[in-house]
């Protein structure tokens, strides 16, 4: 099996002399590198025929060290002196007046293939914005760690945000690159998109796949098998139990000082789902929530990720612990008045916070999931860029 390269060394290869003379921007962070392990900034710069102007934050920063949920401020990037400018602060919008002098906006940033990952939010953004200037939009694109699960409800649209930007199934299967090829389809038909591949890569392959190595595309995604857990107790932020963050493995541990670890494990044994088993786990996180606490909680074990249903491990994980602690496990109140509850933010819907406090199967709740995903089918098949 080849090395998977990257849209970055195609574009080096042999997308040079197309945008010669251009004023180029470039949204990224510190997994934007070339298979050799130089940075995309610094590639950019020192290509003689393009012009590399400004840079871009999303969340997370430009080199990975603000942690979730952080603004990122403005700054100056201290290699290149080039100005920076965040994504990810007051607002998330590109500001049109900073493209007047841009021809192009790259964009090459490792995604994990999860709708709540903010990343994708961050890609409609910008190309809103390029189609509002006429500015073009190049995406050096990155295979998904996770292609092979597609899976869960699609977004009902009455609860778009920041991570849930579109009509996307919780594990949607595609690269950046042929996500901005659906929105382009479905949203923006007169965005100027182009799309430099990945190589040697099919939708088959999972990270470890790769022969390359995982550059943590956010301080808690530190490896590759943090893709795998991610999709399922990423919900968990949606409520008052710690996900692991602050841990050494975030999204792999959760649990609270209150937490009834046995009667969880048997409640959910009983739902005798393949592919992920529990185990008790103690940890005390050193951040967020339960910080400086020891949490009696659960360690996922993941046993067959071919046999992953990500979007239903996920409810029913939720199912087991809202059934066990009925009073102490609750949902995170809304950020600001009249907003969604965060959860329902996470799910893309309110039917899951309301089907698990009524004590709903899976089943009940998810009765046209599967109508969704094979509509989904439908809607991507004609943008696919890889088999």
């Not at 060394?9 to 997308?15: A, K, Y």
């Not at 999303?58 to 080039?82: F, M, N, S, W, Y």
Request: charged share 20%.
């Amino acid at each position: 099996m080849k090395k998977v390269t990257y849209g970055i060394d195609r574009f080096l290869q042999n997308g040079l002399e197309a945008w010669a003379g251009k004023n180029i921007a470039l949204v990224t962070n510190q997994t934007g590198m070339t298979s050799s392990f130089q940075s995309t900034i610094d590639a950019l710069n020192e290509a003689d025929s393009i012009r590399l102007t400004k840079l871009f934050a999303c969340e997370h920063g430009i080199r990975g060290d603000v942690q979730a949920g952080v603004h990122v401020e403005d700054t100056t990037d201290p290699k290149t002196l080039l100005p920076v400018y965040s994504l990810y602060g007051p607002t998330k919008k590109v500001s049109t007046e900073l493209l007047e002098d841009v021809d192009a906006i790259f964009f090459d940033i490792q995604d994990v293939g999860v709708r709540f990952y903010t990343f994708l939010a961050t890609v409609k953004n910008v190309m809103e914005a390029c189609v509002e200037t006429g500015t073009s939009f190049v995406v050096l694109d990155r295979p998904n760690p996770i292609a092979p699960l597609v899976s869960g409800n699609v977004l009902d649209i009455a609860y778009t945000s920041f991570v849930g930007p579109y009509e996307l199934p919780v594990s949607l299967g595609l690269t950046v690159g042929e996500y901005a090829r659906l929105l382009q389809k479905e949203h923006y038909p007169d965005a100027d998109l182009h799309v430099y591949e990945v190589g040697n890569w099919n939708r088959s392959m999972w990270g470890e796949d790769w022969q390359q190595p995982w550059i943590p595309p956010s301080p808690n995604i530190p490896h590759f098998t943090t893709t795998l857990y991610y999709p399922i107790s990423c919900f968990i932020e949606g409520t008052n139990l710690s996900e692991g963050r602050g841990t050494t493995k975030p999204f792999e541990w959760i649990g609270a000082p209150w937490f009834k670890q046995e009667k969880v494990m048997e409640h959910f044994s009983r739902k005798e789902l393949p592919g992920m088993e529990l185990v008790p786990a103690f940890f005390t996180p050193n951040m967020s929530k339960h910080q400086g606490d020891l949490c009696r909680g659960l360690q996922l074990v993941i046993t067959d990720k071919e046999e992953l249903d990500v979007a239903r491990l996920g409810y029913e994980l939720l199912h087991s612990i809202f059934a066990v602690h009925s009073g102490e496990a609750q949902w995170l109140e809304p950020f600001k008045e009249g907003m969604h509850p965060f959860i329902d933010l996470l799910w893309g819907t309110d039917e899951v916070r309301k089907g698990i406090d009524q004590g709903l199967s899976f089943r009940e709740v998810a009765v046209d999931w599967q109508a969704g995903l094979e509509d989904w089918k439908r809607r991507t098949d004609s943008i696919l860029l890889y088999s």
